[in-house]
């Protein structure tokens, strides 16, 4: 290399190919170190200023990281062209210095389909959808013609059909040669993402020429849009013809077997991947843990597990899931550290599944530690990773933790803001439920059905009749939701809360499906505080109907009776109930005492160390009447 910057000096301009080949061989050595010696004896020489060189160091220094190199560069080039400009917007897009990039697209004098494809993949790799939809518009209208790369940047980004019609619309009449697959398997998916499977066959079915992408892409669209069965029939549909399925379609099948709970289908799906050799494959070999758990088969899904000869974070993330899925906190955590052991870097899947097990019956000291290792891995700006922490510490009652964590957050996602408001509203802090919601729309977030679900919970712990009120009054108007069993749950609660029983009546009537045991319920101990016998009665008879078993309006009914007198039609319901064979229901609960969870049953004369219990209990009734003896004896005395 140093021979050949001997010679830089004694060229010329005529000698720019011999100095782009340099370049390349910078490049192919991956050194940045050279490229800046290079650069600075071409400064010293004078041939900086090139067009042609000025641009080439412009693309090295971008590829190489060095904004700040990069900028000087730019600056002294003294005929930039259009190619200069491209250069530079593209990396300026690429390192999200988007006020700069605008800027500089702002002033170019003339502007090509690269220029205009520079800024719009730019925000969409930044998740600027509608930035990136805004400038797509405006290409249209200043003349530009969309080039086919700007078509599948579109194409990956488009979230309604509306748009997704425009787009293939907009193909068709620029000339678009859909004939290309790649343009086609781009169609196929963007159909396929939001649902317009009939869209994505048709494209599919005019296409001269597919391959097992086209495939993959169709059975995917069917599955994400819901269609299961159809996936399947594709699959099939696919095996006979001369397109062999891939790893990516067996992880797919096993998905929709997953889905539809079809442990058989699933079966013969991992038959033929065992058959073909896929079952190596880390993709297939998650799916089908997940497919085990998901059809209440763990111990099967954990065989599997330990059958593989390999570990990697994509099979240990589906199963530490699969734990946490049927409550197996200990094992979900155990299995995290022994992925530490085996120096698996933890994903932020991995972090997220194991805090969202932790319960209350492990040691707090076990989240703590789990948190550290968000903050040692640098995830703890991940919104998934930083939702999780939020619902942990709120699942904990520390609820402060939680709301430190969320304020620190720095992208906040629909699931975060649900997660806090939930959190919030179960931790008793309802004002500040209610502040984070008018925050929330304020940052101009959609709310959605969990999100006033959370709202109304506030407003029904808290009492607040006007706010819950108008604000379930007002859902379907301002949010677009219809209100669900849940809405319904929580205003019945609220307005039985507060002794409105004929309110919560009139909207149990107005419900558009059967109410749920939960809202009789609330009904139920409603007319009981009021005690209003003939609503109690009516109550009690609905609620018989929809929920034969529920032990809960016989005996409340038959309180009614029997704090009113009325000893024959409370042994009649009595009577009904044991011959109808409902059952009372026994309460309980529960304590965790060094890592070991004790079970208290109402009905339990015999605990756990039952005697001993007894035998401290009799002692403090000794002390307690020895305590009550000697203070009579003082007062006589």
């Known amino acids: 290399m140093q021979s050949l910057f001997k010679q830089v000096n004694g060229l010329h301009k005529t000698s720019l190919p011999y100095y782009s080949h340099l370049i390349d061989h910078c490049l192919s050595l991956k050194s940045f170190t050279h490229v800046k010696i290079l650069h600075a004896r071409l400064v010293k020489v004078g041939l900086n200023t090139h067009t042609f060189l000025g641009n080439r160091f412009l693309d090295v220094y971008f590829r190489f990281g060095s904004l700040f190199d990069a900028l000087r560069v730019f600056d002294e080039i003294n005929c930039k062209n259009i190619v200069s400009r491209n250069i530079f917007l593209n990396g300026l897009c690429r390192f999200g ?33 509608g930035n990136a939809m805004g400038m797509f518009s405006k290409m249209q209208s200043s003349g530009v013609r969309p080039s086919e790369y700007t078509f599948s940047i579109m194409m990956s980004v488009v979230s309604c059909a509306g748009r997704a019609k425009q787009v293939h619309g907009g193909m068709i009449r620029k000339g678009v040669d859909l004939s290309n697959v790649v343009l086609g398997n781009s169609l196929i998916g963007m159909y396929g993402k939001i649902g317009l499977m009939d869209y994505a066959f048709g494209v599919f079915l005019t296409m001269k020429e597919v391959d097992v992408i086209s495939w993959n892409t169709l059975i995917w669209g069917s599955h994400r849009s819901g269609y299961e069965e159809l996936a399947v029939d594709q699959f099939v549909v696919m095996r006979s013809t001369e397109h062999s399925p891939d790893e990516f379609t067996i992880s797919t099948v096993i998905n929709v077997c997953c889905n539809l709970l079809d442990l058989e289908r699933g079966k013969q799906i991992i038959a033929f991947s065992f058959k073909v050799g896929f079952f190596s494959n880390s993709i297939v070999s998650s799916a089908a843990i997940d497919m085990f758990s998901k059809c209440n088969r763990l111990e099967d899904a954990v065989r599997l597990f330990h059958e593989l000869s390999w570990w990697d974070s994509a099979v240990c993330n589906s199963m530490i899931s699969s734990y946490a899925r049927h409550g197996c906190a200990e094992n979900a955590v155990l299995l995290f550290v022994l992925t530490l052991r085996k120096n698996l870097r933890p994903t932020e899947f991995t972090l997220s599944s194991v805090l969202s097990c932790m319960s209350t019956f492990l040691p707090v000291e076990q989240g703590f530690q789990i948190h550290s290792w968000v903050i040692k891995l640098g995830f703890e700006s991940d919104a998934i990773v930083a939702s999780s922490l939020v619902e942990f510490y709120t699942k904990l009652g520390l609820i402060n933790h939680a709301m430190k964590i969320f304020a620190s957050m720095g992208v906040k996602d629909l699931i975060s803001w649900n997660t806090m408001i939930m959190g919030l509203a179960h931790n008793g802090k309802l004002f500040e439920t209610l502040d984070t919601f008018k925050e929330l729309v304020s940052e101009g977030m959609p709310a959605d059905n969990v999100t006033l679900t959370g709202v109304l919970l506030a407003c029904n712990f808290g009492s607040f009749v006007d706010e819950g009120m108008s604000i379930f009054r007002s859902m379907e108007k301002e949010y677009g939701i219809k209100p669900a069993e849940e809405h319904y749950t929580c205003i019945i609660e609220l307005l039985t809360r507060v002794g409105k029983l004929k309110a919560a009546m009139d909207i149990v009537a107005a419900m558009p499906y059967e109410p749920s045991s939960v809202i009789w319920e609330s009904m139920l101990r409603a007319c009981a505080i009021q005690q209003d016998i003939k609503i109690t009665e009516r109550v009690a008879q609905l609620m018989m109907k929809s929920e034969p078993q529920s032990c809960l309006p016989y005996l409340v009914l038959a309180r009614a009776y029997e704090m009113r007198g009325r000893w024959e039609s409370m042994i009649r319901v009595t009577k009904e109930m044991k011959h109808k064979g409902v059952k009372n229901v026994v309460g309980c609960s529960w304590i965790e005492i060094q890592k070991h969870v004790y079970t208290f049953k109402a009905d339990q004369l015999q605990h756990h160390r039952g005697k001993d219990i007894y035998m401290i209990l009799r002692l403090l009734s000794w002390e307690m009447e020895a305590d009550c003896y000697i203070d009579n004896l003082t007062k006589w005395c």
């Open 97 to 129: 210095e988007f006020e700069k990039a605008q800027q500089v697209f702002d002033e170019m004098p003339e502007r090509d389909v690269v220029s205009w494809n520079s800024m719009i993949s730019g925000y969409v790799s930044c998740g600027l959808v």
